[in-house]
């Protein structure tokens, strides 16, 4: 989810305890504490985290990308994972072309064929918005096949374009090579154990600020539940996309599955999250104050959230349906056109 949903979900969850409403009825920020842990995870891991990641091999396409090069490497650096049984982590860098413009290209696993296909794309500003005539139909896609078994848990294909690349780290475990993509992203951020532990020091943290500027309250057990169940709501939303957290960080060294409803970019889903958080942040202050003036709870939320999620939802899945299969459908024509042009190599 973006960045925003998070938020929002955060001060959604902790409206449900009437204490906290009328504590920001009475100018407590508690509700805004929700939200602010609600987009801890992420600031931690694209602010910080990220930074400190160490890389085997980085691909820089350059100016003049070689799909067969790229492909070629990527395949290499799988195998290498899987014959020594050492992870390979691997840097994929954008192809910038100037102050506004960059080279788009895709990158697909296909775990059934074991290939690693490359398309090069078209010219796109940093709004990935394609720029007019830069498609490149004179460059080749390339289908490069590799040994290894791999189980790939993400999205089959990743396209790169603006900013900096996406990261993939391949780690051989028993017979089978994974593929975690963002490797040092949702790690021990992500777990309930920080989320615990961040929500029991909020509660001494405050209990502290207490003592020495007035009586004590239970305003810092409040305090403590709002950063934890904030932080709480982000981990189980991430857990509906395919990367997954890890959850139990440090008694598991990997992240636990995703349930792959969703992609955290996808308009819909977050256009869904921050309209349900809204509702039932409406419907909290209403029901908490003095007189109530929206109609009965179970009207109002059938209305105002069950039916959007449900119309929207089936759009969305079956939208995603038909996206499947026509990135199939592009990949074996890409495969076809690939052998066409001598550009596969096993």
């Known amino acids: 989810m973006k960045g925003i949903a998070h938020f929002i979900t955060g001060v959604a969850i902790v409206t449900f305890f009437p204490e906290v409403v009328q504590r920001a009825a009475g100018g407590s920020i508690l509700p805004v504490l929700g939200g602010v842990a609600g987009i801890l995870p992420d600031t931690l891991d694209f602010k910080f985290l990220r930074y400190f990641e160490r890389y085997s091999l980085e691909v820089d396409p350059g100016p003049q ?45 296909d775990a059934h064929a074991g290939a690693v296909a490359v398309k090069i794309g078209a010219v796109v500003d940093t709004g ?14 390339a289908c490069v096949h590799f040994v290894a078994p791999l189980d790939h848990a993400y999205q089959d294909e990743i396209t790169i374009d603006i ?5 993939f780290t391949f780690e051989r475990q028993g017979d089978c090579l994974h593929v975690q993509f963002l490797d040092w992203h949702r790690r021990w951020s992500h777990s309930l154990t920080l989320a615990a532990a961040l929500g029991l020091g ?39 996309g395919h990367m997954g957290s890890n959850l139990l960080f440090p008694f598991t060294r990997r992240r636990t599955r995703g349930l792959g409803l969703l992609h955290s970019g996808d308009a819909l889903p977050n256009f869904l999250t921050v309209w349900t958080a809204v509702m039932i942040i409406l419907f909290n ?10 109609v009965p709870g179970w009207f109002f939320l059938g209305s105002a959230v069950l039916i ?8 969305y899945h079956r939208d995603r349906r038909h996206q499947v299969r026509n990135d199939l459908e592009g990949l074996r024509e890409q495969e076809i056109l690939a052998e066409a042009e001598g550009a596969e190599m096993t």
């Open 163 to 167: 900013f900096s690349g996406p990261s």
């Open 128 to 141: 990935q918005n394609p720029m007019p005539g830069t498609k490149a139909p004179e460059i080749p896609g």
């Open 308 to 315: 959007p999620v449900v119309l929207l939802g089936a759009i």
């Open 65 to 109: 990308p070689d799909a067969l090069r790229i492909a070629g490497r990527l395949a290499r650096a799988i195998d290498q994972a899987y014959g020594s049984g050492e992870p390979q982590s691997v840097l994929l860098h954008t192809i910038r072309l100037g102050p506004d413009r960059w080279r788009q290209y895709t990158v697909r696993f």
């Open 202 to 240: 909020t509660v001494g943290l405050a209990a502290l600020i207490e003592r020495f500027t007035g009586p004590v309250s239970d305003t810092s057990l409040w305090a403590g539940l709002v950063v934890g169940l904030g932080m709480l709501g982000h981990i189980l939303e991430d857990q509906l």
């Open 285 to 294: 202050l209403d029901r908490f104050s003095a007189e109530a003036r929206l």
